[in-house]
């Protein structure tokens, strides 16, 4: 390695330490988060059918950068904000609240569902596009996601349970390439997103991981 990679990887070593030191993890058995007069069971199924509709009338990404906010709204179901849960990867430290929509104020909190992909529930045809900051605006909630490996786990806490997802590989890609944030009808997966490499500003490249749910994991 030479002197500026090793100084790169210092920095961002640094900068994930401080980061991820309290990360700001929103527990599900707390009030906050989870709120007993909220209606689950109605919420559940709109995000069943959401699920569905996108499988079989497809994903239109025209406006999603424009628009991001996401197509169901919680608070419609008398939950606070957009909050749906939370993101736990073992391998590398992290916990995030994860919210539905990737509005800018989600993103400095934790990390985002982005819309016209599925909602993180489980389920046959289904693939969560969930981004994070990784050094833009000084958020760096993604900065270690390229250290992951094939067969590590992410954990994805809903309203409802924990599902489990293997990471199957990673890649680099373009800001414009939208092909990773697709559905396909015979899998149950998550996809992370985030802007690469680590410089503290936009970059045009994405780095992608790609995790398919644990046999038995979740309903």
Same mark, same amino acid.
């Given at each position: 390695?030479?002197? &500026?990679?090793?100084?790169?990887? $210092? ?20 009030? +906050? ?21 996108? %499988? ?28 749906? *849960?939370?993101? +736990? ?13 990737? !509005?800018?104020?989600?993103?400095? %909190? ?5 819309? !016209? ?8 045809? %289904? ?7 990784? *050094?833009?605006?000084?958020? $760096? ?14 954990? &994805?806490?809903?309203?409802? !349970? ?11 890609? %373009?800001?414009?390439? +939208? ?41």
């Amino acid at each position: 390695m030479d002197a &500026i990679a090793a100084r790169t990887e $210092k920095t961002k070593d640094h900068a994930y330490e401080a980061e991820t030191a309290e990360p700001p993890l929103v527990h599900p058995e707390t009030s +906050d988060w989870a709120d007993a007069s909220a209606d689950y069971e109605r919420l559940y199924a709109d995000l069943q059918a959401y699920n569905r509709g996108l %499988t079989e009338n497809g994903q239109d990404f025209t406006d999603q950068w424009v628009h991001p906010e996401f197509e169901i709204r919680l608070s419609a179901y008398g939950l606070k904000d957009n909050l749906f *849960g939370y993101i +736990d990867i073992p391998a590398i430290h992290l916990k995030l609240p994860l919210y539905l929509g990737s !509005e800018e104020k989600y993103l400095r %909190t934790g990390a985002a569902v982005i819309r !016209e992909t599925s909602a993180p529930i489980g389920g046959m045809g %289904t693939n969560a596009v969930i981004a994070a900051h990784n *050094g833009w605006n000084g958020t $760096k909630r993604f900065i270690k996601c390229e250290a992951l490996r094939e067969n590590d786990c992410i954990y &994805i806490t809903n309203f409802y !349970e924990t599902l489990c997802y293997q990471v199957t590989d990673h890649y680099i890609t %373009t800001a414009q390439d +939208d092909s990773a944030m697709r559905i396909d009808k015979t899998s149950d997966c998550i996809t992370l997103i985030t802007c690469y490499p680590y410089t503290g500003r936009q970059t045009e490249e994405r780095l992608v991981v790609r995790a398919k749910r644990e046999t038995g994991s979740g309903a």
